[in-house]
């Protein structure tokens, strides 16, 4: 059974910093795509970032370049996101999501209702004035 689970949201003042892990289990695909995504209540679920399990290439959506850096650990199954310079837009609850059929791509994010078929639960993080 795949399986997801993110960790380290949580409350966070402006201009720090948080990392994101996500655990995932159950793979039997040869390569994949795990990507983050976030939500904030009453909008569109929004693809940040995305990594391709075999090469380690990575999207990265404007908004967040040059703040958030996706990583994986394969040895370990796992993927993380560590955000830095935080604002307070980034408030949201968080995902990691698997595509077992794409590599990491933009089109793939944006089409995530189409790609992504496997989900973890979310990890609330919240960023403070």
């Known amino acids: 059974e795949v399986q997801l689970v993110e960790s380290g949201g949580g409350l966070v003042q402006a201009g720090g910093s948080l990392r994101l892990s996500c655990a995932t289990s159950?793979?039997?695909?040869?390569?994949?795509?795990i990507g983050w995504f976030r939500q904030v209540p009453g909008k569109e679920r929004e693809g940040v970032s995305c990594?391709?399990?075999?090469?380690?290439?990575?999207y990265y959506i404007d908004s967040i370049k040059g703040r958030f850096t996706i990583s994986s650990d394969n040895a370990n199954n796992m993927v993380y996101l560590q955000m830095n310079s935080l604002k307070p837009e980034d408030t949201a609850v968080y995902y990691c999501?698997?595509?077992?059929?794409?590599?990491?791509?933009?089109?793939?994010?944006?089409?995530?209702?189409?790609?992504?078929?496997?989900w973890g639960l979310g990890t609330q993080v919240t960023v403070s004035t």
């Open positions: 999501a698997a595509d077992p059929t794409h590599f990491c791509s933009a089109h793939g994010l944006m089409s995530y209702a189409s790609r992504y078929d496997y």
């Open positions: 159950g793979f039997t695909f040869a390569d994949y795509a």
């Open positions: 990594i391709t399990r075999s090469d380690g290439s990575t």
